[in-house]
């Protein structure tokens, strides 16, 4: 039967299930808070640069594949993928480097040169990933957890796939230097995760860019964005800008459609949230109308962590750098800056980076004799505390210096364009809860059905997609959220 199902917003989450649905046979409108798509991948186009807003690093290329082929289309003619390698360049404090791909042999000539005792146990953490990845993302990603029974069957298997165990307790069983453990043990920061908190399944990160490689788009993220944008139009889908959704009506227990900012009303037979889902909770529903996401609930929950993001273009290349297309720079404290932005919700004076230099890969992002960056530093959520309309400044000028002094040299005097966003970008423009990037933390005891489900408790024919609810964040898993929502919303 034909629905009518009102996405909100147009963040990856929100489009894939968009076109799935709209693949189906459904009619679906998606309605968009901001002027254009793409939520936390939102596009900055500013002085002839582009910068990518949010994620920027590319892996499971094929579940892209997937959304168009379900469309009748073919993704290359959309849209152009490219491999990355390295997949990382990843620095110590002393700007020493790690280059990290999908070449076993590279990878253990890398290791070498740190310690070569840890080749033998990198290839016993390897395989050991395999089999949380066939577990943790072949077997379980796509699937809803529902009801308490759907997680008691997999205990036995994440017991023995060890996942009581966090990401960095689970590496350094294999490898012994610490540097190394830091280079194979950051991957949870990338899904907002703490490496000595999030539960040791999300080690098949390791496993998964090994198993498809990591990719860049060219034109950058916004190219994908822009070609599922054209997709859903074309499959006769409709997407709303400037359109901010303040309600979920819902009658008799059941969602009925959306009332916007404006007073408009749009009925629907169910709605689909890309919005934060902490903050659909508490704000788009009444507390009446919420049994389980009470107030006290939301509030309980652990969110992960925020961020600090400058995106800047320079008048010079800076291709003569050591500088790769992704680069990590870890600062000489991991965990105590790790326990300050997780734990004791502080601002650290130092900081660990993750540097992205597009343009070393798509020129076109800049003008011509021009580079473009965006620089990453994590950040604790709004819980801190931290004035970030006085803070932002001296933050801002601590990283550019740093960068000038280590990698980027006379970086000030060629900066020609910059902005900037930080925990008040994710709380007021991205309705981000308490500011926190990457919306639900990824512990044991916040995964799998302990997660908000993919199909409220509380309200009937509302659906959640998006890096809150199962299987969590980073692009794999939201992905992965909207074909679970196109699976409940299609046996209903």
Not at 160 to 181: C, E, G, P, W
Not at 254 to 277: I, P
Not at 310 to 323: A, H, K, N, Q, V
Request: aromatic content about 12%.
């Amino acid at each position: 039967m034909k629905k009518k199902i009102i996405v909100i917003g147009s963040g990856f989450g929100g489009l894939a299930t968009a076109s799935r649905l709209l693949s189906r046979g459904h009619e679906v409108e998606i309605f968009e808070k901001r002027d254009k798509p793409g939520g936390r991948a939102y596009v900055y186009e500013q002085d002839g640069f582009t910068f990518d807003g949010g994620p920027t690093v590319i892996t499971a290329p094929f579940l892209f594949d997937e959304i168009f082929n379900a469309a009748e289309k073919n993704r290359e003619d959309y849209f152009e993928l490219v491999p990355c390698n390295p997949y990382y360049r990843i620095f110590n404090g002393n700007g020493e480097k790690f280059d990290y791909n999908g070449d076993h042999e590279f990878v253990l000539n890398e290791i070498e040169r740190w310690n070569p005792d840890d080749k033998e146990g990198y290839t016993k953490f390897l395989q050991s990933t395999k089999a949380i990845f066939d577990k943790g993302f072949v077997e379980l990603a796509d699937q809803p957890f529902l009801n308490l029974w759907d997680m008691i069957k997999v205990v036995p298997d994440l017991i023995k796939l060890q996942s009581h165990k966090t990401v960095f307790k689970y590496i350094a069983q294999y490898i012994d230097n610490d540097f190394l453990r830091k280079v194979f043990s950051f991957h949870p920061l990338l899904v907002g995760g703490n490496p000595f908190d999030t539960t040791s399944i999300y080690a098949m990160i390791h496993y998964l860019e090994r198993q498809w490689g990591v990719h860049y788009a060219m034109g950058g993220t916004g190219a994908i964005v822009n070609a599922l944008a054209t997709l859903i139009k074309e499959q006769g889908g409709a997407i709303h800008y400037n359109t901010e959704v303040d309600e979920i009506m819902i009658q008799n227990g059941c969602a009925t459609g959306v009332r916007l900012k404006d007073g408009s009303t749009h009925q629907a037979d169910q709605v689909v949230s890309n919005a934060d889902v902490a903050f659909t909770y508490r704000y788009m529903i009444p507390e009446k109308e919420r049994s389980t996401y009470t107030n006290r609930k939301i509030e309980r929950t652990k969110y992960s962590m925020s961020l600090f993001v400058i995106y800047f273009g320079t008048d010079r290349r800076y291709l003569d750098s050591e500088l790769e297309h992704h680069n990590i720079i870890l600062g000489e404290r991991y965990r105590e800056l790790l326990t300050d932005i997780f734990h004791d919700k502080k601002l650290a004076e130092d900081f660990s980076l993750y540097l992205h230099m597009p343009t070393k890969t798509d020129p076109s992002l800049a003008p011509e004799g021009c580079e473009g960056f965006y620089v990453l530093s994590p950040v604790p959520h709004l819980d801190s505390g931290t004035d970030w309309k006085e803070k932002a400044k001296p933050y801002r000028d601590a990283i550019i210096h740093f960068l000038e002094q280590n990698y980027l040299p006379n970086l000030e005097e060629h900066i020609v364009t910059e902005h900037h966003i930080d925990p008040l970008h994710f709380q007021q423009t991205l309705n981000s809860y308490k500011g926190s990037a990457f919306s639900v933390e990824p512990i044991l005891t916040q995964s799998a059905w302990f997660r908000p489900h993919n199909k409220s408790e509380d309200v009937d024919d509302l659906f959640f997609v998006g890096a809150g609810t199962h299987p969590g964040a980073g692009l794999p898993g939201v992905l992965s959220s909207a074909k679970i929502a196109e699976d409940l919303i299609c046996e209903e």
